[in-house]
């Protein structure tokens, strides 16, 4: 005998396994993401560089800028683990201080192309006609540009100084994400969600940002996570040619400047702060890959739920 289910009872059901998908999504993209190559490397990676940079206070053996003037160009020993720069100070220390410029960088200039970008592309994907020629064309201009040598015009222009290193690597990276986001609108505004939005009256601000932005944000995010690596890159090269943070202050680019002047007395000034931009680099790009597996739809559909 088949008992019939109430309605109160099939909307009880409906409304558990609505809260159940977020769960289960949440889970699927955690064992995607866990699962793919190195990924676990490039997590350990960036804690380690995230804490150096955050407490680079209370784990620095010796102050960045402190100079030991009978410790020049000295090698690595028990007193200074990866020795001195020439003028005495630890290069271990200035390291771990160079993490916390080169982490703010990335971070602070990707979040200020996304802000950017992300609205070009929004507006530019959504809005045809001459507002998004105008933004296209914009666009392309600053594109045309190769990226350091834009940073490098705009850091000379404002002055070197960490805030305005952040703003020149913004600004180069804007294109970047204004491109992609206008992309991922174009292929969803005319969905049939968004339709429905639009006969309902709907503003264009809510189609936007309630509809067509949460399904565009995966690549998004993927290509933010490596742009901040690019970023670091950006950074250290804007450092090393004297235009990025200015000295004393402590980055792996500035340090790198510096240790190529006296590289045949001194090897470990410029392999130290080399293989941390390396290592950092290639963590970004790790955890990137990782997102871009557990990010995509067609690996999503294939993963076990």
């Known amino acids: 005998m088949t008992v019939p289910v109430g309605r109160t009872h099939a909307v009880g059901i409906l409304s558990e396994r609505e809260n159940q998908e ?32 955050i407490f680079a206070n209370l784990i620095a053996p010796y102050p960045p800028n402190e100079q030991d003037y009978q410790s020049f160009l000295q090698p690595p020993s028990a007193q200074h683990l990866l020795g001195t720069d020439d003028l005495g100070r630890d290069v271990l220390s200035r390291v771990i201080f160079g993490a916390r410029v080169s982490i703010q960088v990335g971070v602070v200039a990707v979040g200020l192309a996304l802000v950017l970008g992300v609205t070009l592309g929004l507006v530019a994907g959504y809005v045809s006609g001459i507002s998004e020629t105008l933004i296209m064309r914009f666009v392309d201009a600053i594109q045309a540009f190769p990226g350091l040598i834009l940073a490098l015009a705009i850091t000379a222009a404002l002055g070197p100084s960490l805030r305005n290193v952040m703003i020149a690597i913004g600004i180069t990276s804007t294109p970047i994400m204004a491109r992609l986001t206008r992309g991922q609108v174009l292929s969803v505004r005319e969905r049939e969600y968004v339709a429905a ?44 040619l004297g235009a990025g943070v200015p000295p004393p202050t402590a980055s ?20 130290a702060p080399g293989i941390a931009i390396f290592v950092t680099v290639l963590a970004f790009n790790f955890v990137g890959d990782g997102l871009l597996q557990a990010l995509n739809p067609r690996l999503a559909r294939r993963a076990p739920g």
């Open 197 to 240: 939005a639009r006969v309902i009256g709907a503003s264009p601000a809510r189609i936007l940002f309630r509809h067509i932005w949460p399904n565009t944000t995966a690549p998004v995010v993927v290509q933010a996570t490596l742009r901040i690596a690019t970023a670091i890159v950006t950074e250290a090269s804007l450092s090393f």
């Open 252 to 271: 792996w680019g500035s340090m790198l400047r510096s240790g190529s002047q006296v590289l045949g007395q001194g090897i470990w000034l410029s392999t």
């Open 22 to 53: 977020p769960n289960r999504r949440g889970r699927q993209f955690l064992r995607l993401f866990l699962q793919t190559r190195l990924v676990a490397i490039g997590l350990i990676i960036l804690a380690v560089v995230t804490f150096a940079a």
